[in-house]
């Protein structure tokens, strides 16, 4: 293991803690720890990123936290409380481990909904309603993701 990942972590406690020495009394235990766990992890590979995938991402993106958001917002001031939550199990079609990572944790990152579990190509999801179109929701994210990871030809929502 390249001692670069210690340097980072001891970096970040440092830039976090704004360089207070009587801080490493916590640091230095958990720098360790840290920098213990990562030798432990198997790195993913890394992905081959397009830029214009990228641009389509933070867009797509964009517009599926202003649209959720506004839907979360609706939800909670409406008189009755519009929620059927529950547990969504989505089968992913993005074949790398990076993208299916990516897939879960932007899934996560937009407002009512949440990634609970990713267990090879299946992603099991918890969302605020069951009867709102969750499946087309995840289709249109994780084709975003396979346009930015795998380079995949985008799907626009008219196709």
């Given amino acids: 293991m390249h001692p670069t990942s210690l340097i980072l972590l001891t970096a970040l ?17 958990a720098v360790g720890a840290a920098f213990a766990v990562r030798r ?33 917002v609706r939800r909670a001031f409406h008189p009755r409380l519009p ?18 990572m990516l897939t879960a944790g932007t899934v996560s990152l937009l407002p009512g909904s949440l990634a609970a579990g990713l267990r090879g190509d299946r992603l099991t999801v918890h969302v605020l309603d069951l009867d709102a179109p969750v499946i087309e929701d995840l289709q249109r994210t994780e084709a975003l993701v396979a346009g930015l990871c795998e380079n995949r030809p985008w799907r626009s929502r008219r196709s």
């Fill in 13 to 29: 406690w440092w830039v976090l803690t704004g360089g207070e020495l009587s801080s490493w009394v916590i640091g230095a235990p």
């Fill in 40 to 72: 432990r992890l198997k790195p993913l590979a890394p992905a081959a990123l397009s830029a214009a995938g990228g641009l389509r991402f933070l867009a797509g993106f964009f517009r599926a936290s202003l649209v959720s958001g506004i839907d979360v």
């Fill in 83 to 100: 929620l059927k939550p529950g547990l969504i199990d989505y089968g992913l079609s993005v074949k790398s481990p990076t993208a299916r």
